[in-house]
């Protein structure tokens, strides 16, 4: 599979999985499911030279003073700086990408990596509780699944392992306590970070890095893929006669996030079910069954909706990532300009996530100045049945064990501004509410709780001012069950005088 500057420049948007693009998927068997590495280690000095290129005339025409050339001339100089400064970064990003990922596909020796697949059904704040594991191996292009088991077999730490005091003091000491809480916060380096020495303390085996996925991204691999058969263990086939035999892109979602709850009695059994038919898709992977092109398109997929990250522990290989979507860091490039973010985490301690429907939006509202206003603007809705309490069970509703009454959602809705912004107030159906107020970094958090019985909307909105980016503003928000473009709303821009 070869790869050129323009494929390059096509995948700008997401340089780290444009270099895996060249990757020859082509080479998967049945028997190793092996990638080939050699085009892409054979392409990655012609990347960094094209990314040298673009970066040295981008600077050679900057240095050139347009104020004293006439407009035939300086107005497709301006053009060409555009349209080079639209790329020079990725590609620059892509001639890192290309430099790791060999590595990190186990050509310099064996790697292993720890899965988390996040269950939307009780949401954390990158996508979902960690309810199933698995220990990826790769060596030199060769993926085996391994070592799956759940969240809760590793049990309680105590003491907590370590983690960032200002994180600490936002989301407790649960992120390093419970492998289940670590994406609590969406600061995906400090999640992976934490379940990574889990893991090691736990089972002694070193990790090289950790990789989140949801059902969404099984769902996008199966649109390659057709259709999977899911073998159910002995103990199990009574309680999964009524799932489905064969897990499809349609219907994965729902059966991973609703029916094996309803069809599956104790909670062992669904985190297992779980996790057979998560490595039912990933042996259809490394059977071959999924194409090159269908895996590079469900990852891109994947990783546009940040259903899917990646962390690594080598120094190299995270500066790379750290800048990327992939990336999943609150903090630093990829929180660059106006950026905001609305992450929801769970306060339930059960599987109602998946009945709520959410909408977030960000307003920008006038200033008298200079400076930017916004408003971030969430609408929560429980659609589960009036009668959830009964015809729902407990494994789903939780059963009130946590104070929440069964069918009702309670959620921990934290609201990220953008660097050095202020944040000035926040309201629940237009009525002021207190709320928690946090700094990360430079970055000014809220944080406030919502309780919606069935049927109930509920609407909160977050104030932040002197917002000093002028760039179009981005949002990031924890993928839910729902398509992104239903919960990601088109930004309001008020009209001012």
């Not at 999985?17 to 050699?38: K, Q």
């Not at 992450?343 to 977030?360: I, L």
Request: net charge negative; aromatic share 6%; hydrophobic share 40%.
């Amino acid at each position: 599979m070869a790869l050129s500057t323009n494929d390059l420049i096509a995948g700008a948007g997401e340089p780290l999985l444009g270099a895996f693009n060249a990757l020859d998927w082509t080479t998967l068997s049945p028997m190793h499911g092996r990638v080939d590495l050699t085009p892409l280690v054979s392409a990655s000095p012609s990347i960094s030279t094209a990314a040298n290129t673009v970066q040295l005339t981008y600077e050679r025409l900057s240095a050139i003073d347009r104020s004293q050339l006439v407009p035939q001339i300086s107005e497709p100089l301006s053009r060409a700086l555009g349209t080079l400064d639209n790329f020079r970064i990725p590609l620059r990003a892509a001639a890192d990408a290309s430099r790791v990922l060999p590595s990190m596909m186990g050509s310099d020796g064996p790697r292993e990596y720890l899965l988390l697949i996040q269950n939307n059904a009780e949401l954390r704040a990158t996508g979902g509780l960690p309810g199933a594991l698995a220990q990826l191996h790769i060596d030199k292009g060769v993926m085996q699944l391994r070592s799956e088991t759940s969240g809760a077999s590793l049990g309680r730490f105590q003491p907590p392992v370590y983690m960032d005091p200002a994180e600490r003091s936002i989301y407790t000491d649960r992120v390093g306590t419970f492998i289940s809480d670590v994406n609590l916060t969406p600061n995906f380096p400090t999640a992976a970070s934490a379940a990574k020495a889990m893991w090691e303390q736990r089972y002694g085996e070193h990790i090289d890095g950790v990789v989140a996925i949801d059902p969404v991204v099984l769902a996008h691999l199966l649109e390659s893929s057709g259709p999977i058969p899911v073998a159910a263990s002995k103990g199990q086939r009574e309680d999964t006669a009524k799932l489905p035999s064969a897990l499809s892109a349609d219907n994965v979602v729902q059966v991973l996030l609703s029916d094996a709850y309803l069809n599956i009695a104790d909670n062992s059994s669904q985190d297992a079910y779980f996790a057979a038919a998560s490595k039912s898709v990933f042996d259809s992977l490394s059977s071959g069954k999924i194409s090159g092109e269908g895996l590079v398109q469900a990852l891109v997929k994947s990783a546009q909706e940040n259903r899917l990250y990646v962390w690594s522990d080598h120094k190299e290989e995270q500066e790379v990532l750290k800048s990327s979507a992939v990336g999943g860091a609150v903090l630093g490039a990829t929180a660059g300009g106006a950026s905001f973010g609305v992450y929801f985490n769970d306060g339930t301690g059960a599987k109602m996530d998946y009945y709520v429907r959410r909408e977030v939006q960000l307003i920008k509202s006038c200033s008298e100045d200079g400076y930017s206003n916004y408003v971030v603007r969430v609408k929560l809705t429980n659609t589960a049945p009036s009668n959830a309490a009964v015809v729902l069970p407990e494994a789903v509703t939780g059963g009130g064990r946590y104070g929440v009454s069964p069918g009702s959602v309670q959620t921990n809705i934290v609201v990220y501004g953008p660097s050095q912004s202020l944040l000035n107030g926040a309201s629940r159906d237009a009525e002021q509410i207190s709320f928690g107020s946090y700094t990360h970094s430079d970055r000014p958090v809220g944080i406030v709780t919502t309780k919606l019985s069935p049927g109930q909307t509920g609407e909160i909105e977050m104030k932040f001012v002197k917002v000093v980016q002028s760039a179009l503003p981005s949002l990031v928000v924890t993928p839910t069950a729902q398509p992104v473009d239903q919960v990601k709303l088109p930004v309001q821009v008020a009209e001012c005088e």
